[in-house]
């Protein structure tokens, strides 16, 4: 069992930056690859970033550029976040897949003036 807590949502101005952090623990040894997802109110949630290990990183065409995702092999993910626009408002949800797929509970990114 795999247990994800993230860390470093809030409040952002359009254009400026915030950092996401995700640490897991318990059997991370079956970690092959971690990431985030992002749900914004009344729409699905999608992909804004993996990281596999040993393999290529994706990003969403919506953040690309704009997003760096990091990792250290299968026990932490960060995600930092620049020139982050309203659209870019949601909850962010760290991901790691092994044995099944594990989630967060979610941080809030809200970018508003």
């Known amino acids: 069992q795999v247990h994800l807590v993230e860390s470093g949502g809030g409040l952002v101005q359009p254009g400026g930056s915030l950092t996401l952090s995700c640490a897991a623990a318990?059997?991370?040894?079956?970690?092959?690859?971690m990431g985030w997802f992002r749900q914004a109110p009344g729409k699905q949630r999608e992909l804004v970033a993996r990281?596999?290990?040993?393999?290529?990183i994706t990003y969403a065409d919506s953040v690309r550029g704009r997003f760096t995702i990091s990792g250290a092999g299968g026990k932490k993910v960060t995600l930092q976040m620049n020139n982050l626009k309203p659209e870019d408002t949601a909850v962010y949800y760290c991901?790691?897949?092994?044995?099944?797929?594990?989630w967060g509970e979610g941080t809030l990114v809200t970018v508003s003036s």
């Open positions: 991901t790691a897949q092994g044995g099944v797929d594990y």
């Open positions: 318990g059997t991370i040894f079956e970690i092959y690859s």
């Open positions: 990281i596999p290990d040993g393999g290529s």
